[in-house]
């Protein structure tokens, strides 16, 4: 928070978790780049919320690279993916995702309404199309810096909040020494050092850092109840044809067998949960 200005910021460092979301794909440099902004400007999003609350962040395009999506919880557990018919292509991300749009889902919580805004890609980056939506859905003057660098991916957020009067001035001042990062620094140097040398002579209130996790869904609960929405037509129909049913799990990239009477027993409702392999 920068005192008295009405502007705050977030910093967001993802390592191991990082790693965890692109172990098991074949994603270039460029696409695993692109989704690391993503899965940054995701957690950007999701720090907002609390208790059960999410947020899905998904980029859809027209070229290689049909979606990035993202979903994080309040809790900061996040997973995601790329998803295309070239995944390990290269190129900007004009390049990569063609013309598309942006649409991010804010789900407060059971009891709550959801919330949706859709807004085109825009500029050459990532983050000029996500500061178009906070622009244009959340009517909030926002500037984001994302990256992917040796193993981390990192994001820097700066918003205005309407309702402080601050001065244009200062909204302009950090937005230019914010420029000046480098996606290397972001990843290596000490949060907080790193934001009292970029922001120097501003006062700048530091909260605490939060933990970032991979968090997959593919739990025994999640994947019996993926069997019982496929149904006894669907799910008897594989059984006969393959003898065993397959489930892939799209983030982790894990594959999931089971025998005619695990399906079954999936679909009746009963979860032994032993029988996973
Ligand atoms: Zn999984």
Redesign the pocket.
């Known amino acids: 928070m920068f005192e008295g200005l009405g502007i705050r910021g977030r910093l967001v460092r993802m390592d191991q978790t990082w790693r965890e979301i692109i172990a098991r794909h074949d994603y270039s440099t460029d696409v695993a780049g692109l989704l690391g902004e993503a899965a940054a400007a995701g957690v950007l999003l999701a720090d907002n919320l609390k208790g059960r609350g999410s947020v899905h962040l998904q980029i859809q395009g027209e070229g290689d690279v049909r979606l990035l999506l993202v979903q994080c919880e309040a809790q900061l557990n996040v997973?995601a993916l790329a998803r295309g018919g070239n995944v390990a292509g290269s190129g900007s991300m004009r390049e990569l995702l063609g013309e598309g749009r942006m649409m991010v889902t804010i789900d407060p919580g059971p009891g709550q309404e959801r919330y949706q805004g859709i807004v085109p890609l825009a500029g050459a980056t990532l983050s000029e199309s996500l500061e178009g939506y906070f622009r244009d859905s959340e009517q909030l003057l926002t500037r984001l810096w994302l990256g992917v660098v040796g193993g981390s991916a990192v994001g820097l957020m700066l918003q205005r909040m309407p309702e402080v009067a601050g001065s244009e001035d200062d909204w302009h001042t950090l937005g230019v020494l914010a420029d000046t990062v480098r996606t290397g620094e972001l990843a290596e140097l000490p949060a907080a050092d790193l934001l009292r040398r970029l922001f120097a002579g501003y006062d700048i209130r530091l909260f605490d850092a939060r933990p970032i996790g991979y968090d997959?869904?593919?739990t025994d609960e999640h994947l019996h109840n993926v069997i019982r929405l496929l149904g006894d037509r669907e799910v008897n129909s594989v059984l006969e044809e393959q003898g065993r049913l397959e489930l892939n799990?799209?983030?982790?990239?894990?594959s999931f067998s089971f025998a005619p009477e695990q399906a079954r027993q999936a679909l009746r409702g009963s979860s032994d949960e032993s029988q996973l392999h």
């Open positions: 997973r997959c869904r593919c799990c799209e983030f982790c990239n894990k």
